[in-house]
C-alpha cells in the first residue's frame, strides 16, 4: 500500500522543527485535563462571525461594552487566536497526513505479518523443526479462534 524511507537527516530535520515549536510555544500552551476539554467550547465558524461583529458593535457604539469587560484583553484575545488558528490548521493538516501514513504502514505491516503466521502455521502442521515453538507463540494474539476436533464437531475456545 505504501513504501516510503526517511533518512536520518529528514528525521533530525522533523524532530529540530518539533523542538523548536515546543519551544516557542513554552508558557503559551495550556494543557486541559479530559473534563475541562468537555466543559470548555470550540468556536465555529458561526461563532467565530458573531464574535467578530461583537466586536464591530464595541467599535461602533462604546455603551455596548459591559463596564467588567477589561477591551485591551478582549482584543489581546481575538489577536491571538487569529495568530494561533492558522498555525492550528496547518498542524492538524500534517497530523492528519501523518496518522493516514502511519495508518497505511501499520495496514502493511499486519497484513505481511499475517502472511508470515499463516506460513508458520503451515510448516508446524507439517512438523518443520522449530515451526511449531514459534506457531505457539504467535497464537495467542488470536485466542479464541483455534479449533479443537472432538469427534466431528469442532469446539471454539
Not at 2 to 26: K, V
Request: proline fraction near 4%; charge should be neutral; charged fraction near 20%.
Amino acid at each position: 500500500m505504501i513504501s516510503i524511507i526517511f533518512t536520518a537527516a529528514e528525521l533530525t530535520a522533523i524532530d529540530n522543527a518539533l523542538t523548536t515549536i515546543e519551544t516557542t510555544l513554552a508558557g503559551k500552551v495550556i494543557n486541559l485535563t479530559p473534563e475541562e476539554r468537555h466543559h470548555y467550547g470550540k468556536i465555529n465558524n458561526h461563532r467565530e462571525n458573531w464574535i467578530t461583529k461583537v466586536r464591530a458593535y464595541i467599535q461602533q457604539n462604546a455603551a455596548s461594552k459591559p463596564n467588567f469587560l477589561d477591551l485591551a484583553e478582549y482584543d489581546k484575545d481575538i489577536n491571538a487566536r487569529n495568530a494561533i488558528m492558522p498555525r492550528l490548521n496547518h498542524i492538524n493538516a500534517i497530523t492528519h497526513a501523518m496518522e493516514d501514513t502511519a495508518m497505511l504502514i501499520s495496514t502493511d505491516l499486519y497484513d505481511n505479518s499475517l502472511a508470515v503466521y499463516g506460513n508458520i502455521r503451515e510448516l508446524a502442521k507439517h512438523n518443520v523443526p522449530g515451526m511449531s515453538a514459534i506457531y505457539a507463540d504467535l497464537k495467542d494474539q488470536f485466542p479464541g479462534r483455534t479449533t479443537k476436533k472432538t469427534g466431528n464437531v469442532p469446539v471454539v475456545k
